[in-house]
């Protein structure tokens, strides 16, 4: 999506601030309220009381906080979403003056049609009703809830009774019921704001013309946790088991020290006994909570991948010819397979085990303040040291994956090409060679690999040091407050429970941030990828209605055209060239005088820098036709074709969307002269070819390839002529195929002998990228040019093959 700078003082941000101040506010208040009072806030917690009980409002506060914050993001990005709709389809259409358009009425009625036809409206406006309703619904319990406690501090007075709620929890109430009746005014504006702010995102997009409106976004956490929305419903479910399993955690040493209190104050076991039965009730629903949690959050991460890996592999292989100019398959497959397995645990399972230690380390400390302020205090100062250090660890950890993925890729290309390439290898007995290449590759990941160890293991074991000095202090201390017979023995217990569970979390989360920065090294290159606009769109542009409108001739008209990867070199220049219908024309001339790019400029590889190409006898621009439908109706057999691993059957029948019956693909193999050698199979037409079709010659290779052309019955044929040599029979063989492919066919050839430069309705002879001579074959034969000392070259030699390749 474009950037769009947005004010920093919006509406959504305040929200945002005000329900994240009022969950900050409300949990100071209560653990400082509750380490004052003498009411015990866990008595609170296990016997609620509605008039009696704070920790209600707290926690009321905190969910209302999460829920409105997410509504909230949601809300705004919805909008942000039809603004930036409206605006592309106003950029599209230029039925609206730009520069007029950015503050009048028409960008807010543009923005209604829009809301009113898109399914985000829809949901946008769910999700704003439901805002409305959780901060109505909180407004209305915290202001029942004032009325009771208010009635009581009355009659209290009045009767002269004990105050049912001590001063600090009465302030709680009503700083609450100021936050909750903020927030419900803000959710009543939600609408009017929305709006406005629709209407800003809209007007700013149509501002900015001179920058294309595209979906590129920065590489950030929040974009890593956004690959996992789609598997929201399972981490939704994953976390509510997670918030059991992590409640079983927080109050589990509350009971441990219980029991350790029970079976040193009393004699009879049987508290003690009712203790342990708790216990065990309480572990047991922790782990199953945990085993759920860790199966959600797998499977999720498993989708996540799963569906990540068919993302990149469709960015990839809808990307243009030009990417592959420059990229290696080696690389993108180690994209494909090795990045986005970093990739899984850390927008899944790392969520989870943030999530988990995060809340333990909250649930503990508050549990930790209510049973022993001056205690805890000592555990708190640790903290800020520990989490500052995580930071810059993360920081250097992302850094260090990103070139450790990008090593690996590079060790993976050398694999990749030295295993394609075997029979070369081997037959120039380099595989030393090749081995001592991948050696240094692996090497130097080998070395990233040793550093990411060395600082992950440093890393841990400080936080260890930190943790277990901790936890020694807290026993030194703890242990004082015992002897001085100021906490019980069962306090300490529990309370040194609490530090382990602390200092085990804060090392898990550590490792846990750590793993997530490495995921985010590793993701920058996956989204690049994903985020890589292709040059030439597959599936766009215009699909002509009318079969006839391309009868298989096309012109070049003054066409110029150099490679992407090589812009100074200019391929062709002014190329003017016909192909009528029905007519052979047979492209001749030296090596690299730019043949085979007339053929990449029809099949729509790349676009020309200069001049058109136009189709049909409508002269459709190629730039406008849809390229699927364009390779619909060309076909090209190359001068070394392509298999792939499949069978002889699935080879023919290749790119075919429909079920082809294989009466027509015997028809063309006959057509082709390939159905005896393919009967003479033991499995026939279902014989695997072998990797890249290693298991064919040469000349059946090609059989298969023109009877796979056939098949296709194209309105425009490309042929590019073997030359390398095929035994008399197998070319004979060849010839004829192809001689009955072009029979009644708009053909153009790369040609190679002087049979096929003779039968040719017309020659072309290009020479460093131009046209430079150009007619039938006795025609070119009586001038003294290029082509006829092309041909002398040949009868001289007595070969058949007429270029200079
Ligand atoms: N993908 C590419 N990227 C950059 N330059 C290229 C690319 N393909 C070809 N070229 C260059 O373009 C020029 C024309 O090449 P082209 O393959 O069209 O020649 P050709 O006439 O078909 O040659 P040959 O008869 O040997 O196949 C050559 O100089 C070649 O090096």
Not at 169 to 174: R, S
Not at 263 to 272: E, G, P, R, W
Not at 276 to 290: C, D, N
């Amino acid at each position: 999506m474009l950037q769009i700078k947005l004010p920093s003082l919006r509406y959504s941000n305040v929200f945002r601030f005000l329900v994240i101040f009022d969950m900050i506010i409300l949990t100071i208040m209560w653990i400082i309220g509750s380490s004052i009072d003498e009411k015990s806030e866990l008595n609170q917690i296990i016997k609620f009381h509605f008039t009696e009980s704070i920790f209600d409002i707290v926690f009321l506060s905190s969910f209302k906080a999460l829920i409105l914050f997410i509504l909230i993001s949601e809300i705004e990005s919805s909008c942000y979403k039809i603004a930036i709709n409206t605006a592309n389809q106003v950029k599209k259409s230029q039925s609206v003056d730009i520069s007029s358009s950015t503050n009048t009425d028409d960008t807010e009625s543009l923005i209604d049609t829009q809301q009113n036809s898109n399914g985000d409206n829809s949901v946008k406006k769910y999700l704003q009703a439901f805002t409305l309703v959780i901060s109505l619904v909180s407004f209305a319990f915290i202001l029942v809830k004032f009325g009771f406690v208010t009635n009581l501090f009355i009659n209290a007075k009045k009767n002269d009774d004990k105050y049912p709620m001590s001063i600090y929890f009465y302030a709680i109430l009503i700083t609450e019921m100021i936050f909750c009746f903020l927030e419900f005014l803000l959710s009543l504006l939600n609408w009017r704001f929305m709006r406005n702010f629709a209407k800003l995102v809209c007007s700013k997009a149509l501002a900015n013309e001179t920058e294309a409106i595209d979906d590129k976004k920065k590489v950030n956490i929040r974009r890593l946790i956004s690959l996992s929305y789609p598997e929201r419903y399972f981490i939704f479910s994953a976390f509510i088991m997670l918030i059991v399993s992590s409640f079983t955690n927080i109050v589990s040493p509350y009971f441990f020290g219980s029991v350790v209190d029970s079976a040193v104050n009393y004699t009879d076991l049987s508290k003690m006994n009712k203790y342990i039965f708790y216990l065990l009730g309480i572990y047991l629903i922790g782990s199953l909570a945990s085993g759920i949690r860790s199966w959600l959050f797998e499977v999720a991460g498993q989708r996540v991948v799963a569906r990540l890996r068919r993302q990149v592999f469709n960015a990839i292989i809808k990307s243009d010819i030009t990417f592959f100019d420059t990229s290696r398959t080696g690389e993108l497959t180690s994209r494909i397979s090795s990045d986005t397995q970093v990739l899984q645990s850390a927008v899944t399972t790392n969520i989870s085990m943030f999530a988990r230690y995060f809340l333990q380390i909250i649930g503990s400390i508050i549990f930790m303040f209510s049973l022993e302020p001056s205690l805890s205090g000592l555990l708190i100062g640790v903290i800020p040291i520990i989490s500052l250090l995580t930071v810059q660890y993360g920081r250097y950890l992302k850094k260090l994956k990103k070139k450790f993925q990008d090593e690996l890729a590079a060790s993976s290309v050398v694999a990749e090409e030295t295993i394609s390439s075997m029979r070369t290898v081997r037959s120039f007995a380099a595989e030393g060679k090749m081995s001592k290449e991948y050696e240094i590759n692996i090497g130097k990941s080998f070395d990233i690999g040793k550093k990411l160890a060395v600082a992950q293991g440093g890393f841990m074991g400080f936080v260890g040091m930190i943790s277990g000095g901790a936890l020694a202090l807290v026993l030194w201390y703890g242990g004082k407050l015992v002897h001085d017979k100021k906490i019980s023995t069962g306090i300490l217990a529990s309370f040194l429970m609490y530090t382990l569970q602390v200092a085990m979390a804060f090392a898990f989360l550590s490792s846990v941030y750590g793993d997530f920065m490495q995921a985010l090294g590793a993701s920058q290159r996956i989204f690049e990828l994903l985020d890589r606009d292709p040059l030439i769109k597959l599936n766009s542009g215009i699909i002509p209605a009318d079969e006839d409108s391309f009868d298989g001739s096309i012109e070049f008209e003054k066409v110029d055209f150099s490679y992407p990867t090589r812009p100074q070199s200019q391929v062709l220049s002014n190329v003017c060239l016909k192909i009528e219908k029905g007519k052979t024309i047979a492209l001749v001339g030296p090596s690299g005088g730019g043949k085979s790019t007339i053929f990449a400029l029809i099949e729509r590889f790349y676009d020309p820098l200069a001049g058109s190409i136009t189709l049909g006898p409508r002269n459709f621009d190629l730039k406008s036709i849809n390229t699927n439908w364009l390779h619909s109706k060309i076909a090209l057999v190359s001068q070394e074709p392509v298999l792939f691993g499949g069978t002889i059957k699935e080879n023919i029948s290749f790119g075919l969307n429909d079920e082809i019956d294989t009466e027509q693909i015997i028809e063309v193999s006959k057509l082709a002269n390939a159905h005896d050698f393919i009967i003479n199979f033991e499995k026939g037409y279902d014989t695997v070819v072998g990797e890249k079709g290693i298991r064919l010659s040469g000349g059946q290779k090609q059989r298969i390839a023109i009877a796979r052309a056939l098949l296709v019955n194209p309105k425009l044929l490309l042929l590019d002529e073997a030359t390398s040599a095929l035994d008399s029979e197998s070319e004979h063989l060849v010839q004829e195929a192809i001689e009955r492919a072009m029979k009644d066919r708009t053909v153009c050839v790369i040609a190679h002998r002087l049979s096929t430069v003779r039968n040719a309705d017309r020659v072309i002879v290009l020479e460093n990228g131009q046209i430079v001579e150009q007619g039938t074959h006795e025609e070119l034969c009586s001038i003294d040019g290029i082509y006829k000392r092309l041909v002398l070259k040949q009868l001289l030699s007595k070969e058949t093959v007429i270029n200079d390749s």
